[in-house]
């Protein structure tokens, strides 16, 4: 039995493909627009799940949308009528496209795809709760669902037991951890669903000096978790922006302009709202261990992307185990859109993987073979070296050991918004230098922003105060006490950025932490591989790893594309599956765009 699973027309639009309850495909349709976040109909998303499945549309069984339309709307026009009028030039800018497309999905959906047969809506939270249980390793498990809002809801929790999901809580709109986080993301100049990364990467170089506004003026707290906000410092519910001038007089001013420099506000602001959100989390999360008296928990909804919270969950949290779904966002609903209607809807048996999910490293996407990869190179005439296996993994190990830069393209693209070792950018972690470089040369983003390292599962624990696997990097942990080095204490702020930390500097954030990804060899024998010839050659079994993209564009998908952000950076090597491409031996892109100045200007 085939089942599609869909999310689209907010953020991150995506497809899955499930056949029997094994998960087939699934991507984000972004990776194939090159839109960042793409929010429209996912239809090559679906184009590549179902050809990966070898299938066509007539040979799906069902369709599930992972979230019910006509309640969404509910909500918005009860949201309308609360505030009005106040609401009416974002009522004007949102009604065209309701009333024409977003209202009528079930009659899209079966245009779109010629498809007869039933076409299933789960609610927005059950289908994040949906990918957080029915992919874990877990036989029973308690589940904790955070987000911005999804119909009315903003955060669920419940328990999940053999093959069903149940639901025991919620908090509502417009009461929302996820659009509280998103406020300040806003505030401090950062784009909203795209921008909360760079204010969780901020946080550690400030102060929390406004803790007690927060919790004073914009929130009442209570002891399990829930909260009210105070609605007349916002403007999301009925506005086009977050927050208004109430809000800008509690924190010194207007919001940070995007691009302007970074002030201490900002890092404090940031430190502050993480503090916040951290708390939050888990009192939550000791009110959901108190409700269901389990000892497994399960996360999604995009607010589980928060690894420095998930960290403290783990650390401080009452649940034995925590499992969390690596594409958490809106594009991890099209998966638990598709697995609820297999074992919800259809009441399938669940056979839960001892000891591993059935996500399978979450490596669901695109791959393409060397035969398809020489084929490239060769049409267009671009120079490389082929290695076998073993000769590629020490050649590559030494590259990384003499601090180049390496673009890393392998197997099946990931699904979520990490890259995990398929399509990345890689370096050496011991160097000083190195955050800097890939940072202003490679990516082109902001010089404070930390990079994630990748470390061997087996020894993991010898860099990391960390003794779980944390295979999707979604778990911050302290680098070993032993490996720190003395600070500069004289320094403060942004100043602290090229201050060595550790041994490895490069993935050693201000605080001493890092966002792990552990590399096992069952998931991704190539990764482990490469990691364990580095390992073999300097001692060190971490290295640097940030997503293969650049500022403003969605993770490569396809070689073509690899080669070229590899052209356009200063990137020194790309390796596309066993092909080496140096680039001294390359010649330039034919084109007159100043390709750094369009990224830094983004």
């Known amino acids: 039995m085939n089942i599609l699973g869909i999310s689209a027309f907010y953020h991150d639009s995506a497809a899955c493909l499930i056949r029997d309850g094994q998960i087939i495909s699934a991507a984000q349709e972004e990776r194939f627009t090159r839109k960042k976040h793409d929010h429209d109909f996912p239809t090559n998303a679906i184009e590549y799940c179902l050809k990966e499945a070898g299938i066509d549309q007539q040979d799906l069984d069902y369709v599930a949308f992972y979230d019910k339309p006509f309640q969404k709307f509910d909500r918005l026009l009860n949201t309308y009528l609360t505030y009005a009028p106040l609401g009416f030039a974002s009522f004007l800018k949102a009604m065209p496209l309701w009333l024409k497309q977003k209202l009528w999905i079930k009659d899209f959906i079966a245009d779109e795809l010629q498809f007869q047969g039933k076409i299933l809506f789960p609610e927005h939270h059950q289908s994040h709760a949906a990918s957080a249980f029915f992919p874990s390793p877990f036989q029973d498990a308690a589940f904790l669902t955070i987000d911005g809002v999804g119909e009315w809801t903003t955060s669920s929790y419940g328990i999940g037991e053999n093959n069903k999901i149940e639901i025991m809580g919620e908090l509502h709109f417009p009461h929302s951890l996820g659009l509280l986080y998103s406020a300040f993301t806003y505030f401090t100049g950062f784009r909203v669903n795209s921008g909360e990364y760079k204010l969780m990467g901020l946080a550690p170089y400030g102060n929390p000096e406004y803790v007690h506004i927060i919790k004073e003026k914009l929130i009442d707290l209570k002891d399990d978790g829930s909260f009210k906000m105070d609605m007349q410092y916002f403007n999301f519910a009925a506005g086009l922006t977050m927050t208004n001038k109430k809000f800008a007089k509690l924190f010194g001013g207007p919001p940070r302009k995007p691009e302007s420099d970074i002030s201490q506000r900002e890092m404090d602001i940031a430190r502050s709202i993480q503090e916040v959100t951290e708390d939050i989390l888990l009192k939550m999360v000791s009110h959901v261990h108190k409700e ?273 952000c590899f052209m356009r950076t200063d990137m020194d090597h790309l390796v596309l599956g066993n092909y080496l491409l140096n680039k001294s031996e390359q010649t330039a892109l034919s084109d007159d765009v100043d390709w750094k100045k369009q990224y830094e200007l983004d």
């Open 292 to 564: 269901t008296r389990k000892s497994n928990l399960v996360l999604a909804g995009g607010v589980a992307l928060n690894c420095v919270g998930n960290g403290r969950i783990l650390r401080e949290g009452p649940f034995e185990n925590i499992w969390i779904q690596p594409a958490a966002g809106d594009a991890g609903g099209a998966l638990g859109a598709a697995l609820f209607t297999w074992h919800q809807y259809l009441d399938q048996a669940r056979e839960p993987h001892a000891q591993r999910d059935s996500q399978s490293g979450s490596y669901l996407g695109p791959d393409f073979s060397d035969i398809d990869i020489k084929a490239y190179l060769d049409s267009n005439k671009i120079p490389y070296h082929h290695f076998e296996d073993r000769d590629l993994y020490t050649s590559v190990a030494q590259l990384i050991a003499d601090e180049k830069v390496i673009g890393w393209f392998q197997g099946r693209m990931e699904f979520g918004p990490r890259a995990l070792g398929n399509r990345s950018i890689i370096g050496d972690a011991r160097s000083p230098e190195m955050q800097s470089t890939m940072n202003l040369k490679i990516k082109y983003r902001e010089s404070f922003r930390p990079f994630a390292p990748s470390v061997l599962s087996e020894r993991s624990s010898d860099i990391f105060d960390l003794e779980e696997e944390s295979p999707y990097m979604l778990l911050v942990a302290q680098v070993k006490r032993e490996l720190w080095r003395e600070e500069n204490t004289d320094k403060s702020g942004l100043d602290m950025i090229n201050s060595p930390r550790s041994t490895v500097p490069a993935i050693t954030h201000v605080d001493q932490s890092a966002r792990i990804q552990t590399v096992n060899a069952t998931d991704n024998p190539r990764y482990h591989a490469l990691i364990s010839s580095f390992y073999e050659l300097t001692g060190s079994p971490v290295i640097i790893n940030t997503s293969f993209n650049v500022r403003g564009e969605p993770i490569v998908c396809q070689p073509e594309e690899a080669f070229t």
